[in-house]
């Protein structure tokens, strides 16, 4: 596995040399964002290309939704077990985030509003929405990327606030990007509260602001977290990257059987 750390961190468009830790994990988290920005995965533009009623089955959908909602549920529980934010002013800050995932008007949640969102568009789920728990008991329905994503989300989280940071500042991205996959099929996706809110509200934007900064106020104080840091984000952006590879062999293999009637005519 490759080391962001040993990136020559002067590719940065900002070239300035680092002058300490919050310095080095700015530019590391840019070119980290560049790599690994999910809207250029193959996953994307191959659901929206698919063929539409292959794209409309409820079994197809509700498998892309157990592998998002899955991925999307690990972080949203690790997010509780960060490190080093324990002061009163820093809990404060991390409370809000929790807020805007889990303490949404209404006692509802992202999580609920993404289950939701495709149901709306007619997918048959797998999981009802509160068998989304501990993530060994949750792995007994995945395998392959999603499992290890789930897996290891906890682990990294809990370690170190890269992983936080990394999945932060990637998720707009991807978001946007599902968002206008499956509105290729379903027009009306986008609009889901799911979508609609965390756009207008640029929520995600924000987390992204936030654990950058809350982490580079930690890093400033304790720079020996830096090394970990880094790399935890690094390796939370490979296994995230392994999720749409995951969800790609959906969509291949969907392609594929729609396919079959019609060589089957030639």
């Not at 690990?74 to 404060?92: F, G, I, N, Q």
């Not at 409370?95 to 048959?124: E, W």
């Not at 996959?181 to 996706?189: C, D, E, G, K």
């Not at 995600?204 to 950058?212: F, K, M």
Request: proline content about 5%; some cysteine; aromatic content about 8%.
């Amino acid at each position: 596995m490759s080391h962001i750390s040993n990136v020559d961190l002067t590719e940065c468009e900002q070239s300035a040399p680092c002058s300490g830790a919050v310095d080095e994990f700015s530019v590391a988290i840019r070119i980290l964002a560049e790599q690994h920005r999910p809207s250029r995965m193959p996953f994307f533009r191959n659901l929206a290309a698919l063929d539409h009623a292959a794209a409309r089955d409820p079994s197809f959908l509700g498998r892309i939704h157990l592998i998002y909602q899955a991925a999307m549920h690990a972080t949203r529980a690790a997010v509780y077990y960060l490190p080093h934010l324990d002061s009163p002013a820093l809990r404060k800050r991390k409370l809000r985030i929790f807020v805007d995932d889990d303490g949404l008007p209404g006692g509802d949640t992202h999580h609920y509003q993404l289950t939701r969102a495709f149901r709306n568009i007619g997918a048959k789920c797998v999981l009802d929405d509160e068998a989304f728990a501990e993530p060994e008991e949750l792995c007994r329905h995945l395998d392959g990327e999603a499992a290890q994503f789930v897996r290891l989300a906890k682990t990294l989280y809990s370690r170190s606030l890269g992983p936080w940071c990394a999945i932060e500042v990637l998720s707009v991205d991807w978001m946007r990007a599902l968002a206008d996959a499956l509105s290729v099929h379903f027009p009306q996706f986008a609009d889901e509260p799911y979508f609609a809110e965390c756009f207008s509200d640029l929520v995600e934007e924000r987390h992204a602001e936030e654990s950058l900064s809350v982490t580079q106020t930690v890093l400033s104080a304790q720079p020996a977290l830096l090394p970990t840091t880094i790399e935890d984000a690094k390796i939370m952006a490979e296994v995230l990257d392994g999720v749409w590879t995951h969800l790609d062999r959906i969509v291949e293999i969907a392609r594929q059987q729609a396919a079959e009637p019609s060589s089957a005519l030639t």
